[in-house]
């Protein structure tokens, strides 16, 4: 039991949290400003203890709790650390963007912290119900985040949107869950696998079905072809910060829920693979012919986003099932996280009052009215298109390596040659901050300090996650 | 002189380029500290062409275990063929400094870091680092070409940066694929360019490899049919940015097709040795015919650059020691010949404002040491005896002939083209009348002249007396044909495409 504790204290301090800044909220204890350092210092002292779990727990690689409900892996670790880390920035990003929007209120921080909470719960998750219950957790505070602006249509629209697909995505999930437990009469992933294994994957219409439900609820939810349509639109409503989270956390999340579930057995996940392939080489391409148009900064982070999500799905289709270890998906998680992040977090004290600057126009010859934060984007866009020395680049190199090594030769391939046209609209905004003339002056005085550290640390981030090593 | 001097070499020019670009710097402590830095990278390198003693191996190896799952490495190391690039930037890049002294801090700074990152490359013996200073290379380029080139300058830089990051990215599949292969054969992740030459190699996805390496070093040379940025973007970049890409970064791509390409796929190369040839010669006599019509002088230099580069990168093709050895030694004479005629015309166009052949003339009359010291590189770029142009193209063109006489002949008509826009573009230039252009044209000042000064007795020395320069060259040319002697010898015999392929060995 205490062991089962242990290994839950960061989920337990987020969970706490997220109640306790509910409840001051409720009672209009603090103010937006202390409720903000508040869950910063939730997620830091979360993060730091799941850091130090990190660094003692490796003799144990695979812990259980409460039965094997909740497993914890290194894998999983380590999805929690850029979930923390995540929520940390974010909140901070936050607070400087609501300095120049007024819709914020003390809950905003504590959704926050809940929808954490949920995102925590879903790496560990080896159980369909509860796998379902973080889900849900996660998602209701999400769809109450991107509707934070009542006022504001597009948000609006968005939040209406998504919480609709979501809700389906949420039934298909359980339909699945029912499908399978129909036919191995358990939910928990360890007994799956052992049925499976026993029974075999095809032979089983009842467990086809049901992984493609799971499957479709799991894609939807990382924004993959063809469940990607939501996406932009949904990008786009959110205020930046709440955008930065969803596609670095959220992503996060569900993708290690997702590749624990597709190596519960080498014969489902063979049996997948062939398409998960077509689904991540049009994942990739779709994402870039959409985002090759756009005008808007946001949607054009929404689409790189959705090509991002083709690159993890090659890390997916290359997992080996055998000896899984996720470091690869991890690392690029991290990578990918620590360039969106800072470029939200950039446009967070950049976007100005009401975001009133988001398409790439505006932001012509930022480099000269301020020289740092352009340098900065610069470089998280250059870790997003892969150039080294980034993190991204490290990303995608190890990608490339498992993919050709698990023989998806034809894969790897097809991945650089979407980075190459994904090159286009990273380099546009480089271009339009560099080699333009400023229309503006942008000399409206930072409101406050937390999103450009956030930005600087960010920064550093980029470059030494790219010195980390990882065994493949 | 120290342990570490590779790595001082590579990250003192970096680290002073970013941190000028950070700190609020005048234009003034720029450029006096990027003389410094490139003066004292001069030294060390100075240094360590003293101390280099023609092993044919890698000398002054730095070895840092990095992704140790992967045999991925901070390994640097140099031998006789990158020896003599890196020494080539390291002579050449000062001179920037001391000759155009109003130019903004990015400019500077961005000098500074594309010098780091090209010694890196040169340098780097592990395939990864390789491809990590490779693409750093580029930014500064970017960055120079869009902020300060001419004002063309946006379609120019998109076209040169999408163009090699695509290059760039196939060669990164490639350099995995190498990689995974040898964690096939071999049991054992490493990434060590050396290492790469054992493997063993057959099929489709051997030969997409080697279009993988081939396309992204053809795109940086560059090769025919992958020139086509090069026009505008040497002619649009700033003059020290086209004397970057020019002297010191073409030169790179020809070093990667001789340190990936021929060691690895030795069968692949051998295959398509005569393909390439063919690419290379008509490049070359492709790119001196355009030549001859311009009528801006500097898109002039650029076509000359790439048909010189054509016959650079033939010598590679031909597959023999003669001609191995004349494109290293051609490669350090085209860098300094054509360098420093691209950065004459920068001084052409800072004093006339003009890049018109026909609005000028007669300059020779008003600045005599500017013409002769214009006469001397033109010179040697066109390959006159007693010049080292001369010696790596007689080199390259005597193993043309030997691996293939039409290749050989149609090399050395492409020569006489040379001859013929160069003396053309300068008797319109320096002699003819002079008009209200050239009127006022100002000799070089002292300062000017004791800069260009040293290249000028660099490129006279290297044509009379080449030997002490050709023993540091050949023990590592000779390696590289001794590495797997049996396979070519095999492939001689099978390939019926190539009846007069001769392998040398030691």
Request: with cysteine.
């Amino acid at each position: 039991m205490t062991n089962d504790l242990m290994l839950l204290l960061p989920l337990i301090i987020i969970g706490a949290g997220a109640i306790l800044l509910m409840l001051t909220s409720a009672f209009e204890k603090l103010n937006n400003e202390v409720t903000a350092y508040g869950s910063a210092i939730i997620f830091a002292v979360a993060f730091l203890v799941q850091l130090s779990a990190c660094i003692s727990g490796n003799a144990v690689i695979f812990s259980e709790a409460f039965n094997g409900i909740l497993v914890v892996s290194n894998f999983s670790k380590a999805a929690g650390l850029i979930i923390l880390a995540c929520g940390f920035f974010t909140t901070l990003s936050s607070q400087t963007y609501f300095k120049q929007n007024n819709f914020c209120t003390p809950e905003y921080y504590s959704l926050t912290v809940f929808a954490a909470s949920g995102m925590l719960l879903l790496t560990m998750a080896q159980e369909l119900i509860t796998v379902f219950i973080a889900l849900e957790i996660m998602s209701l505070a999400i769809y109450i985040l991107v509707g934070y602006d009542r006022k504001n249509v597009i948000s609006t629209e968005a939040v209406l949107k998504y919480l609709i697909l979501g809700a389906f995505a949420g039934a298909f999930f359980t339909m699945g869950t029912a499908f399978i437990y129909g036919a191995t009469a358990s939910t928990k992933f360890i007994k799956i696998s052992q049925f499976i294994a026993s029974h075999g994957f095809s032979q089983s219409p009842a467990i086809i079905g049901g992984s493609f439900f799971i499957l479709v609820a799991f894609l939807f939810k990382a924004a993959a072809f063809p469940f990607h349509a939501w996406v932009i639109d949904v990008y786009e409503g959110a205020s930046a910060p709440i955008t930065g989270y969803m596609a670095t956390a959220l992503k996060a999340a569900i993708f290690t829920v997702f590749a624990n579930f597709l190596v519960l057995d080498g014969t489902l996940q063979a049996g997948w693979i062939k398409y998960l392939f077509y689904i991540a080489v049009f994942t990739m391409f779709v994402g870039n012919l959409i985002a090759i148009g756009q005008q808007s900064l946001k949607r054009m982070l929404a689409a790189s986003g959705i090509v991002h999500t083709g690159y993890l799905l090659i890390a997916l289709v290359a997992v080996d099932s055998n000896a899984f270890t996720g470091s690869v998906i991890a690392y690029y998680l991290a990578a990918y996280a620590a360039g969106t992040l800072g470029i939200f977090a950039a446009l967070s004290y950049l976007g100005g009052a009401g975001e009133k600057r988001k398409n790439f126009d505006d932001f012509k010859g930022l480099a000269k009215a301020r020289p740092y934060s352009a340098a900065a984007i610069s470089i998280f866009l250059l870790s997003m298109a892969g150039i080294p020395p980034t993190a991204g680049f490290m990303g995608k190199f190890y990608i490339i390596t498992s993919a050709i090594e698990a023989g998806q030769i034809a894969l790897a391939v097809l991945g650089i040659i979407s980075s190459i046209i994904s090159m286009w609209y990273y380099l546009r905004l480089i271009i339009n901050m560099y080699f333009y003339e400023a229309e503006e002056q942008f000399n409206e005085s930072v409101p406050s300090q937390s999103a450009p550290i956030c930005t600087f640390v960010l920064v550093i981030c980029v470059f030494a996650i790219s010195l980390y090593p990882i065994a493949i | 002189m120290f342990e570490h001097v590779l790595s001082v070499i590579i990250f003192l020019p970096i680290l002073a380029g970013l941190l000028l670009l950070v700190t609020p710097a005048s234009r003034t402590i720029a450029r006096v500290s990027g003389l410094i830095i490139s003066l004292a990278t001069l030294v060390l390198s100075l240094d360590l062409y003293a101390n280099f003693s023609a092993t044919g191996h890698l000398e002054f190896v730095e070895y840092i275990p990095w992704i140790q799952s992967l045999g991925v490495s901070y390994h640097l190391g140099i031998d006789g063929i990158s020896l003599f690039i890196l020494m080539a930037g390291s002579v050449l890049l000062p001179m920037v400094y001391l000759v155009f002294t109003t130019k903004e801090k990015g400019y500077y700074a961005n000098l500074l870091i594309v010098q780091g990152a090209m010694a890196g490359a040169v340098c780097a013996a592990d395939m990864i680092l390789f491809y990590v200073f490779w693409e750093v290379m580029l930014l500064p380029v970017f960055f120079m070409l869009g902020l300060y080139g001419g004002p063309k300058r946006l379609p120019a830089t998109l076209k040169i940066t999408l163009y090699t990051i695509a290059g760039s990215l196939l060669m990164l599949a490639a350099i995995v694929y190498l990689g995974v292969s040898y964690h096939a054969q071999f049991n054992e992740w490493n990434f060590a360019i050396s290492k790469m030459a054992q493997l063993n190699l057959t099929g489709r996805v051997a030969a997409v490899a080697f279009f993988g390496f081939m396309i992204a070093f053809a795109i940086k040379i560059p090769l025919f049919p992958f020139h086509t940025w090069l026009p505008d973007a040497y002619t649009e970049a700033p003059t020290a940015t086209t004397f970057v890409l020019s002297a010191i970064m073409a030169k790179i791509g020809v070093y990667g097709v001789i340190r990936f390409v021929v060691p690895v796929f030795d069968e692949q190369f051998a295959r398509f040795a005569i393909l390439l040839a063919y690419s290379g010669v008509i490049g070359m006599m492709y790119c001196g015919l355009a030549a001859i019509a311009q009528k801006d002088f500097k898109r002039m230099l650029a076509f000359s650059s790439a048909s010189h580069m054509g016959i650079i990168a033939l010598g590679v093709f031909c597959m023999n020691m003669q001609a191995l050895t004349g494109t290293i030694y051609q490669i350090v004479a085209h860098a300094t010949s054509t360098g420093v005629l691209f950065l004459f015309a920068g001084i052409l166009e800072d004093r006339t404002n003009t890049r018109t052949i026909d609005d000028l003339g007669g300059i020779a009359a008003k600045a005599p040491v500017f013409a002769l010291f214009f006469a001397i590189a033109m010179l040697a770029s066109v390959g006159l005896p007693g010049t080292s142009g001369f010696i790596g193209e007689f080199m390259i063109i005597l193993g043309a002939i030997k691996f293939n006489t039409v290749i050989g002949v149609l090399a050395g008509t492409s020569l006489i083209i040379g001859v013929c826009y160069m003396l053309w573009m300068f008797q319109r230039v320096f002699f003819e009348k002079s008009n209200a252009n050239s009127e006022n044209f100002k000799d070089l000042s002292l300062v000017e002249g004791l800069t260009f000064l040293p290249v000028i007795i660099l490129i006279i020395v290297m044509g009379i007396y080449p030997q002490p320069f050709l023993s540091k060259i050949t023990p590592s040319v000779a390696l590289q044909f001794s590495q797997n002697p049996p396979v070519i010898a095999q492939t001689v015999t099978t390939n019926a495409l190539l009846p007069e392929l001769t392998i040398e060995q030691k």
